[in-house]
Structures are given as C-alpha cells and as structure tokens.
C-alpha cells in the first residue's frame, strides 16, 4: 500500500493563491499559458492563475456559469454552462465559445457540472440539477428529462446517450488510467438536497462506450464529495469537504490532506504536473505532490 507521506513533496505546505473569490469550481491547468483556470461561479465570471506571474486576473467575465471543465484533443476547453444548460467548447486560442450541446430527446438538459473528454474525443458530463436549484449558480428551472444522468456525447455522429442512471445527484468524474473503469461521485447528500449520496461509484467502461455494472467503492464519512481527479499510479484523490482524500483504486483510504477551508474540486498542474490546485470556497490552494493527473503524459 502506498504510503501517504510518499505522495506529498517532502516540507510541501498550503499555498493560498488567490482569495475573494464567490465560490470556486472546475481547475484545469492550461500547458501552453502555464496557468490554471477556474469558475467563479456566483460572480459569472473565469479566473487565472499564472505560475510565471504568480497572479491571479479575470480570464474571461459573463460565461454563464460555468463549473467544470476538460482539455480536448486539440488543447481547447470543454466545459459545462450551468446558464447555457450546456456542454461547450472554449477555443485556447480566440477564446470563441460554442455550443456543441444542450438537449436530449427534444428537451433541455439540467446544468451541466463536470466533464472528461476520453482518449477517442468523446465526452462524458454528469447532469445534476445544481444550476436550476442553487441560487447564484445559474437560473431557475426545470429537471426537463425528469432525472439527474451522466450522459456521453459523441461530436463526430452528435449521438447524445446516458450512460448511468443509477447516481441520485452525479457530480465529479474521472476515468482509471486506461479508461477502464469511470468514477462518480454522488452528492445528493449535500446541503438541501434529498438523497443518501456522500459516496463514489465506479462502473466498468464496455468498448468505450457504455458504462455498467456500478458498485459504490468509497464512503466518505460526514462529508460530501464534488470533484476528484485520479493519479497515474489510478489512485483517486477526492474533495470530501474538509478537504481532499486520497484512496488506492480499490477504494482504501491512504490519507488525508485537511484545508483550512471547505475543498470542491482540484487538478494537477504546474511546469511538472505535480502541483494539486484546489478549488477551496474563495480562494485557490495548492500544494506539491509527487505524483501527476492520469492524463498527464497523454497531454504532453
Ligand atoms: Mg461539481
């Protein structure tokens, strides 16, 4: 089993690199800027973060909510608009938005909150309702499909299907190394909300293209989980709340890295990829692991 303390860089402490914002979501690290970006949500508005400059500026203002977000294969941005109700695409080089979708069988998706674009460019998204019910976080409305589902879309037949139906509140989401088998977390047990869910479930990925036979691996005690991201060793580091967890693939606890204030989402970044950035209330966090995103190596 891995030791904990051999995945945080020897003397590694908290850095806090930027503070006031509304409530922080969806990290990704972008290579050819060096910087990582993320949603401030309540205030509509994306943030950067450079490591040259170690300063934070608006990247780009009135977005429509956006939360989670993914690098495709051509280095833009995939990501999720909760006022949209959309999945779009964030051109890296012009910054033109574009929605590529936003309806299933003739009506609206819910709000888009985190997505992963795999190895053969399809893209997965989990649809939970959080940007119709949560004040700030988008607009009001309807479940339209009547259920919360994570769906994957294909661009090149634009064929729009679920994949998983049995998650009550899909949030975060992440692929094993080899794609193998995808990762969701459930927070339906979050504030105001009506299910059990303060768990993570993984499914077995069939031809890359359909996910089944789920089984709930981790509970995460008296806490709830939003994002998480997997290592390339696959192990799964989690926002739980009062932090982030760290659990080896089979879903054993391996340790703890506790914030002073309440984690959502995290990515790995930096010149090495070895920096975790994390998304904490108003601020954005970092520390130095010794590991890196699954998906590093295939990001060059
Ligand atoms: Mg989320």
């Not at 608006?58 to 608009?81: K, Q």
């Not at 969701?184 to 009506?194: A, K, L």
């Not at 010149?271 to 995103?293: E, Q, V, W, Y």
Request: aromatic fraction near 8%.
């Amino acid at each position: 089993m891995t030791r904990f303390s051999d995945l945080i860089e020897p003397g590694a402490e908290f850095k806090i690199l930027g503070e006031g914002m509304s409530w922080t979501e969806g990290p990704l690290w972008l290579a050819d800027r060096q910087a990582c970006i993320f949603s401030d949500i309540r205030n509509n508005a994306i943030m950067a973060w450079s490591e040259h400059d170690q300063e934070l500026s608006v990247f780009a203002s009135n977005v429509e909510f956006t939360n989670g977000r993914a690098i495709d294969r051509n280095g833009d941005i995939v990501e999720c608009s909760h006022g949209r109700r959309a999945i779009q695409r964030r051109s890296a080089a012009t910054g033109e938005v574009t929605v590529l979708v936003d309806h299933f069988g003739g009506v609206r998706l819910n709000s888009p909150n985190d997505v992963v674009v795999a190895s053969d460019g399809a893209i997965w998204f989990s649809d939970p309702a959080y940007g119709l019910e949560m004040p700030g976080e988008g607009y009001p409305g309807e479940r339209e499909y009547g259920d919360r589902w994570v769906f994957r879309f294909d661009e090149l037949t634009g064929m729009l299907w679920p994949v998983v139906t049995d998650v009550i509140a899909p949030n975060g989401l992440a692929f094993s190394p080899d794609e193998s088998v995808l990762y969701i977390c459930d927070s339906s047990n979050s504030g105001g909300e009506d299910g059990p869910g303060r768990h993570i479930r993984a499914y077995d990925v069939i031809d890359g293209r359909l996910a089944k036979w789920g089984r709930t691996i981790i509970e995460i005690d008296n806490e709830v989980p939003d994002g998480m991201k997997v290592d390339c060793e696959g192990r799964i580091w989690s926002s739980a709340g009062d932090g982030v967890r760290v659990f080896e693939p089979d879903g054993t606890e391996i340790g703890r890295i506790t914030t002073p204030v309440r984690v959502a989402n995290l990515c790995w970044g930096g010149h090495d990829g070895r920096t975790l950035f994390m998304c904490a209330t108003d601020k954005l966090l970092s520390i130095r692991t010794t590991t890196t995103d699954a998906t590093w190596a295939r990001r060059g």
